[in-house]
């Protein structure tokens, strides 16, 4: 059993390899690919001149709709577009997935999706009505084989004309599929907010409103009111999102019952105003279980409570960007974490009290829809295509993966033996060589506008036992130096306050740290505030095992107790610390992200025996043999695919058991060099 990991065995390592494979996906700058979906993680449709997609949803079955429009001026249709869970055009729909179905003898705008219950889908949007020369309301209701249902309306179409030119910006389904569409109205010199209720068969609810219309005029004055979002809650009320304003700007919500009437109950007369100097472009909505709801305007995420108050426990919270960036949907995930795209720039990550977990720069696109399992989904086009990308999740600044050049991938590094050196092979840009003397630690401490790659940090002790942390570039040039540590200290890395944000910098830099083992204080020191904390967590004879354990974005302080074989974790999100006995003293506990989820795994690397015992946060206890007694335990996300492989170094020869692309064996460095990974236990 000690000769393992050798050609006569090798079919183990691949029943390992079956056992423990997973989704297959892989990153791109924090957000990551499902590659099992499309090509690699995207599928693209052609359509046809100017296609423009507005809106997705996942039905119940998983398949993903998509809607948009084809063609210019006079001669636009509407486009449908469903695929299988896999990516795959779905054949039983329309020709071959598409259905190209013109509305109007000259042209519509299809802007948002509806399912109702029996799996027959909504449209909503207007069409230009060639009697009036103005556009109109209209919805229009598909089989689930994307033919028009011509029992509902005239001949598939509900269309309605209030007065001017009418349009339908959102859509919702009751439980008794009547059907809520919302936008504005032009009846003369101002635009006014418009609510239409129809009933299952095409006509206009009687019962809602005035005989299934609702109008709400906040300013006498302004020509650009309109509601841009409509929810029903469990209890069947409806709230709606609206803006609008040149003379006077506002963003507010309506809540109305069941009937249509404004309900006293909720903010002032049924109306809360959440901004009076802002007019958004689009507004976004999502009801919680609990019966609280979010908000998405331009610049702001609104947490509310069922009565329009804000939540207490959620911090109203500014988007990254400042005034180049648009807040235009908003997605939430079964934990309460949620997602908002942005069209302009970044599209970024929330804990489910506001905080921000990652921002992903030019993740962008028209409509976000997330999944049952939290894989979440988003719409694009571009020319004469639609475009769908799936992702498994966007991963944590917080747990630390060697990647020198941010292509989401760890990649190799050798302090070479009786050398002052150390060489780095980037999956993306190739082979570099530095000068560093003492403990590498691979890492990004700079806060740079450099977006391709960082610099190498080394920590060392100079003869007055001060400690540096010393950046470097090519090899034989020395950087920079900042002097934070003395003898004895362990250092540390991550970012432990969450303040620097991604919002001007393209990359998250880590903070300068250490761990002192003799009195178990840690303390951290961010160069770009010049401010510094000090948290005392651990005794002397602890490992610091920072990562982030509750997925908030943060690096949670850690230790590792080899006396006892337990872990204690200070959780950044509550400040309430986790105690998991997991180990002996022999093991070597590393930090890794494993299963996926956005949460650091307890993985201990036992070399007695050349097992990695590991409890993961969603897959549970899990043991593979990978290694001999000698090997280095060199865990890192070498694939791409947002989960940490388990890996070893033996002398020059790098085996990973890749969760996704299974083993790969790499050459870099020699015998008796010493690899670097993320770990903090040495």
Do not use: C
Request: net charge negative; proline share 4%.
């Amino acid at each position: 059993m000690r000769n393992f990991f050798t050609f006569s065995n090798l079919k183990l390592t691949f029943i390992f390899i079956i056992i423990f494979s997973f989704s297959q996906i892989t990153a791109n700058a924090g957000a990551v690919y499902d590659k099992t979906f499309g090509t690699n993680g995207s599928v693209s449709t052609n359509i046809g001149t100017s296609a423009q997609a507005t809106s997705v949803v996942i039905q119940p079955d998983g398949k993903i709709l998509t809607v948009g429009t084809v063609g210019t001026g006079d001669s636009q249709d509407t486009v449908l577009v469903r695929y299988n869970p896999n990516g795959s055009l779905d054949a039983s729909f329309g020709n071959n997935g598409i259905v190209i179905q013109a509305l109007s003898p000259v042209n519509e705008k299809a802007n948002d999706l509806g399912l109702q219950s029996d799996g027959k889908i909504i449209v909503a949007g207007n069409i230009f009505s060639v009697a009036t020369q103005t556009t109109d309301f209209s919805v229009a209701r598909f089989n689930q084989n994307g033919s028009l249902d011509t029992t509902f309306g005239t001949n598939g179409i509900a269309t309605f004309d209030q007065s001017g030119n009418d349009n339908f910006n959102a859509v919702a389904v009751q439980s008794d599929n009547k059907i809520v569409a919302v936008g504005s109205t032009f009846p003369s010199a101002n635009q006014d907010f418009a609510a239409v209720r129809f009933t299952e068969n095409g006509t206009l609810d009687s019962t809602f409103a005035n005989n299934g219309v609702f109008i709400y005029e906040a300013s006498p004055f302004d020509t650009n009111q309109s509601y841009k979002a409509v929810k029903i809650m469990a209890d069947g009320h409806i709230v709606l999102a609206g803006s609008g304003g040149t003379t006077i700007a506002l963003e507010f919500l309506a809540m109305l019952g069941s009937n249509g009437i404004l309900d006293s109950n909720f903010g002032s007369g049924g109306i809360k105003f959440i901004s009076a100097s802002d007019t958004s472009l689009k507004m976004d909505l999502e009801v919680l279980p609990d019966g609280k709801f979010m908000v998405l305007n331009r610049f702001k995420i609104h947490k509310l409570l069922s009565n329009g108050d804000p939540d207490p426990d959620f911090t109203n919270l500014g988007l990254p960007g400042v005034t180049s960036a648009f807040g235009t949907n908003l997605a939430v995930r079964s934990d309460g974490r949620f997602i908002v795209l942005n069209q302009s720039n970044y599209t970024t990550m929330f804990n489910n009290k506001g905080g921000f977990i990652e921002p992903v720069r030019n993740l962008r696109g028209s409509d976000i829809a997330i999944q049952n399992d939290d894989k979440f989904v988003i719409l694009s086009s571009s020319g004469s295509q639609f475009t769908v990308s799936r992702f498994n999740t966007i991963t944590s600044p917080g747990t630390r993966i060697a990647d020198f050049d941010y292509d989401g991938k760890t990649d190799f590094i050798v302090k070479r033996a009786g050398e002052e050196r150390a060489d780095v092979l980037k999956s993306s840009q190739g082979a570099t060589a530095y000068t560093v003397n003492g403990r590498i630690i691979p890492e990004d401490f700079e806060t740079s506008l450099n977006s391709s790659s960082f610099r190498i940090t080394s920590w060392y002790l100079d003869q007055d036992s001060l400690g540096y942390f010393r950046r470097a570039t090519d090899f034989g040039q020395n950087v920079s130096q900042v002097q934070w540590g003395t003898a004895g200290d362990i250092p540390v890395g991550g970012d432990y306050d969450g303040k620097i944000r991604d919002f001007v910098f393209p990359n998250k830099p880590s903070e300068y740290a250490i761990f002192r083992p003799s009195d178990g204080n840690w303390w951290v020191f961010n160069s770009s505030t010049n401010t510094y904390f000090v948290t005392k967590w651990g005794i002397n004879g602890d490992k610091p095992v920072p990562a982030d354990y509750d997925y908030d974005g943060i690096t949670d302080h850690a230790v590792y107790r080899p006396s006892t074989g337990t872990w204690w974790i200070l959780r950044s999100s509550d400040r309430s610390y986790m105690e998991v006995k997991f180990g002996i003293a022999s093991d070597i506990p590393l930090t890794g992200d494993f299963d996926g989820d956005g949460k650091a795994d307890f993985t201990v690397y036992r070399p007695s025996e050349g097992n990695w015992y590991q409890l993961l946060t969603t897959e549970g206890f899990r043991v593979t043999r990978f290694g001999l007694e000698t090997d280095y335990p060199v865990p890192g996300d070498y694939d791409g695919d947002g989960r940490h492989d388990v890996a070893v170094f033996r002398e020059g020869i790098w085996y990973i058991l890749q969760s996704t692309d299974g083993l790969k064996i790499v050459n870099w460095g020699n015998p008796g060099d010493v690899p670097i990974a993320v770990r903090y236990d040495q």
